[in-house]
């Protein structure tokens, strides 16, 4: 099982992508969205939170995973929640995209919501931890908190472009990422080429034109 937060920084596809591509590789995912999220969702994604079960309305509607029933969705505010407790043996927590108020609370152990909570869990317990911060430029105190939750065990995955991936679309940057939070969770996927196999196809391109 793996719990993806989604708050209320720029890029909540990144999260809506990467809940997309573990269920359509058979994970179990326990996603909370904060409130401030929604809000932003609204305005990059152009939908509104509506109904019981928001998040799976959005995906249902967005129509790029069917196994839907994998997901659970949970309330920001919910603590009895799995995620907030260590007697879950949930896998990893991933937050994507990751605000620097989310940051700081991760940082400082300030557990004020279950995503926050959560992030406390997956440290205590040594389980892996990976933020995807989503701010630029960034102040000494952002990076004083990464660094932190580095040396704490979390992962540090800035939304940062692959252009030897050579992306042709915004879908192709969300995907480079994604699959690099992928790479990290031991996760196959094919949304992206490996360096290896961009050199590799360039060189038999190569020996194909010499011969």
Known sequence: MIGV?????????????????????????????????????????GYKKAGAAPLTALLSKRGKTRALKLLREFDSA???????????????MVVAPCSMKTLSAAANGYSDSLITRACDVALKE???????????PLSAIHLENMLKLSRAGASIV?????????????????DFVTGKVLNLLGIKHDLFKSWEEQTSAAARTKKSRAA
């Open 126 to 136: 040594k389980r892996k931890l990976i933020l995807v911060p989503r701010e630029t």
């Open 5 to 45: 937060a989604i708050t209320g920084a720029s890029g909540p596809i990144l999260g809506v992508r990467l809940i997309e591509e573990l269920l359509n590789s058979g994970e179990q995912v326990c996603a909370v969205v904060s409130e401030a999220a929604w809000s932003v969702i609204a305005h990059e994604l």
């Open 78 to 92: 919910n603590f009895f929640s799995p995620l907030a407790s260590g007697s879950t043996p949930f896998d990893a």
């Open 158 to 174: 800035p939304p940062v472009l692959g252009f030897y991936s050579r992306p042709g679309t915004i879908d192709d940057m969300v």
